[in-house]
T-cell receptor
Framework: EPEVTQTPSHQVTQMGQEVILRCVPI?????FYWYRQILGQKVEFLVS????????KSEIFDDQFSVERPDGSNFTLKIRSTKLEDSAMYFC?????????????FGPGTRLLVL | AQTVTQSQPEMSVQEAETVTLSCTYD???????LFWYKQPPSRQMILVIR??????QNATENRFSVNFQKAAKSFSLKISDSQLGDAAMYFC?????????????FGEGTQLTVNP
């Protein structure tokens, strides 16, 4: 069964450093998403991406965040200058086009720790 | 903006018994989707079941079923014949139907413990 994959599974970085989180969505999916979950809190939407552009973003997704689909398979989230409060689990998700587009399938997450 | 509320931070059930997890939501939209996701200790988000708001029939997936009450804006999850592997955090989520690529809005989650 196809699944969303994410790398790395864990990342530790120093405050102020740039990090890139990578995702490989399900191959025939066209909509891509990033969510984050701070430990003990609910899952929060960051951004959605379709047709090589951002279709929606939340108030959390400020100028320090960016997303990119550099090739036909990868979808990345870049945090330009990490802060302590960026420590969280980051989930990538994807959904298909057409009638099934409403169901988002999640990857296993990247656990980011900013020191 | 839509909100999702799960008022039960923790629930427990005996193995083989039935448990119901509650979820309420607030929206001014008439057409939308509702989901239950499961998050085991590995923290991966796994889709359990989905419901289209325009369908009156409650969704079922094997031992999992929902009680969707649109007028009351309630969407509860029933787990029958509970198994040890059902132990996890369960999140209720809402998605608008009208816009492609719309966000999921999650509730706070309910931690389910299954006792042997």
């Amino acid at each position: 069964e196809p699944e969303v994959t994410q790398t790395p599974s864990h990342q530790v970085t120093q405050m102020g450093q740039e990090v890139i989180l990578r995702c490989v969505p399900i191959s025939n999916h066209l909509y891509f998403y990033w969510y984050r979950q701070i430990l003990g809190q609910k899952v929060e939407f960051l951004v959605s991406f379709y047709n090589n552009e951002i279709s929606e973003k939340s108030e959390i997704f400020d100028d320090q965040f960016s997303v990119e689909r550099p090739d036909g398979s990868n979808f990345t989230l870049k945090i330009r200058s990490t802060k302590l409060e960026d420590s969280a689990m980051y989930f990538c998700a994807s959904s298909a086009s057409g009638v099934y587009q409403e169901t988002q399938y999640f990857g296993p997450g990247t656990r980011l720790l900013v020191l | 903006a839509q909100t999702v509320t799960q008022s039960q931070p923790e629930m427990s059930v005996q193995e083989a018994e039935t448990v119901t997890l509650s979820c309420t939501y607030d929206t001014s939209e008439s057409d939308y989707y509702l989901f239950w996701y499961k998050q085991p200790p590995s923290r991966q988000m796994i889709l359990v079941i989905r419901q289209e708001a325009y369908k009156q029939q409650n969704a079922t997936e094997n031992r999992f079923s929902v009680n969707f009450q649109k007028a009351a804006k309630s969407f509860s999850l029933k787990i029958s014949d509970s198994q040890l592997g059902d132990a996890a955090m369960y999140f209720c989520a809402y998605r608008s139907r009208g816009t492609s690529g719309s966000r999921l809005t999650f509730g706070e989650g309910t931690q389910l413990t299954v006792n042997p």
